[in-house]
């Protein structure tokens, strides 16, 4: 069973950029999909970005588009999301997740599991 546990999130301003990382322990993630989600209180868990096993293969949610890069180091296992331009409405709990190997979806977050504890990321005006 794998262990997954994000790190990185901050209170920072308009603009600014963060790096979110997520620490993979229990077992190799290195032929696992793996993605990032954000949660703000009394919303669904909504997709941020999804990255295949060899990094060959890249989705993010078009709200985050050309301003958030996912990226993987499989010799650390880790997984990470770089955030730049943030702005107010990307404030949420960050959280990774490993594709589970029968989803049908790289975007649900129901076809997600070992979740995180998740990372608060806050950026004010």
């Known amino acids: 069973q794998v262990q997954l546990a994000e790190s990185g999130g901050g209170s920072v301003q308009t603009g600014a950029s963060l790096r979110l990382t997520c620490r993979a322990s229990?077992?190799?993630?290195?032929?696992?999909?793996m993605g990032w989600f954000r949660q703000i209180p009394g919303a669904e868990r909504e997709f941020v970005a999804g990255?295949?096993?060899?990094?060959?293969?890249?989705y993010y949610d078009d709200r985050v588009k050309g301003r958030f890069i996912i990226s993987r180091d499989n010799t650390k296992n880790t997984l990470f999301l770089q955030m730049n331009s943030l702005k107010p409405e990307d404030t949420a709990v960050y959280y990774c997740?490993?594709?589970?190997?029968?989803?049908?979806?790289?975007?649900?977050?129901?076809?997600?599991?070992?979740w995180g504890q998740g990372t608060q990321v806050t950026v004010s005006s």
């Open positions: 997740a490993r594709r589970k190997d029968s989803a049908l979806s790289s975007r649900q977050y129901s076809w997600y599991e070992n």
């Open positions: 229990g077992r190799p993630i290195n032929i696992d999909f």
């Open positions: 990255i295949s096993w060899n990094s060959a293969v890249t």
